[in-house]
């Protein structure tokens, strides 16, 4: 059975991006490929800094959108974690 994951990379400017896969390390290199979402195009080496495991794809979508709106400063405070 698949694991969903939902993530926060940091980008090479400093901003991080939060978002929600299958497979973490194909993720990343996707991101880092220019392939990802739009939003990390260009501001590559991507790096996922932060990640947590779910069983459902609902239950990683709805931890995605609660992660999205939170602040920076508590996006790093997870990060940090």
């Known amino acids: 059975m698949s694991k969903f994951y939902v993530y926060i ?4 400017d400093g901003s991080l991006y939060t978002g929600y896969t ?14 990802g979402a739009r939003y990390t195009r ?10 947590e495991e779910f069983e459902t794809k609902s239950e990683a979508m709805k931890r ?6 939170l602040g920076k400063q508590e996006k790093e ?3 940090k974690r």
């Open 9 to 12: 990379a940091r980008c090479n």
């Open 22 to 35: 299958v497979d973490l390390a194909e993720r990343e290199k996707k991101h880092n490929e220019g392939d």
């Open 42 to 51: 260009g501001r590559g080496p991507v790096k996922i800094v932060y990640s």
């Open 64 to 69: 995605e959108c609660q992660i999205k709106r």
């Open 77 to 79: 405070r997870l990060v």
